[in-house]
């Protein structure tokens, strides 16, 4: 996961796996379960999730030169994925006169799109705010809308120049926000991460962060 398509290739898989059950017809029809089918999909999460984990311990991302956390990258990449998935459905949903959409039972766009917000609800519930922001918007792409993300390997080195150069890893990249702000936290905890969350890492590890500028973003 430390180039940029082995990067996507992983999120684009989790992403699928988080709705998969959207796009499943086992899911519909109030039929009971198969509980295989259950544990295999709770298994993949689990995978994608251990993933996710084992990037962030290892590798800093920058958007645009900005370090940002990782969960920023799938919340946002997540919510315009599901967005222009309901999108697409009701414009196929408008083809028919019954308004259904086809994926081997009769299925509504509404009934798709509560499958969709019930898949964010349950797995990544702070994606669902940019995602009805997507959908509002009519959002139909399905592939990653932002800067291409430099990765760089997390090591005391690259940790201390972040640290010089921004609060350490924003919570929310100041080019595109994608989460609400909560007035009571004040108007910077929504976007920058704060340095009692920084891990320890050790002083023998490797790696550098290059030449990299970042700005401080304004309060």
């Not at 519930?125 to 809308?145: E, I, K, M, P, V």
């Amino acid at each position: 996961m430390s180039s940029e398509v082995e990067f996507f290739d992983i999120l684009y898989l989790g992403t699928f796996v988080t709705l998969s059950r959207a796009f499943d017809c086992r899911f519909y029809g109030g039929k009971k379960l198969p509980p295989t089918l259950v544990s295999e999909m709770n298994h993949a999460l689990g995978h994608f999730d251990g993933l996710l984990l084992t990037f962030a311990s290892r590798f800093i991302i920058l958007l645009g030169g900005q370090p940002v956390r990782l969960s920023y990258v799938v919340d946002r990449l997540l919510g315009e994925f599901a967005a222009a998935s309901v999108v697409f459905a009701r414009s196929v949903g408008d083809l028919y006169p019954n308004g259904t959409v086809g994926i081997g039972v009769d299925l509504t766009p509404d009934v798709f799109a509560a499958s969709v917000e019930g898949c964010l609800q349950e797995s990544r519930r702070n994606a669902f705010h940019y995602y009805s922001r997507c959908l509002d918007g009519s959002h139909s792409h399905f592939l990653w809308t932002g800067p291409i993300p430099q990765i760089v390997p997390r090591s005391a080195r690259s940790l201390a120049v972040v640290s010089l150069g921004t609060f350490g890893e924003l919570l929310d990249y100041p080019g595109e926000l994608i989460y609400p702000v909560d007035l009571e936290l004040g108007p910077s905890s929504p976007v920058v991460a704060a340095q009692s969350e920084k891990r320890r890492l050790p002083e023998n590890a490797g790696g550098s962060i290059g030449n990299a500028k970042k700005q401080k973003p304004a309060s």
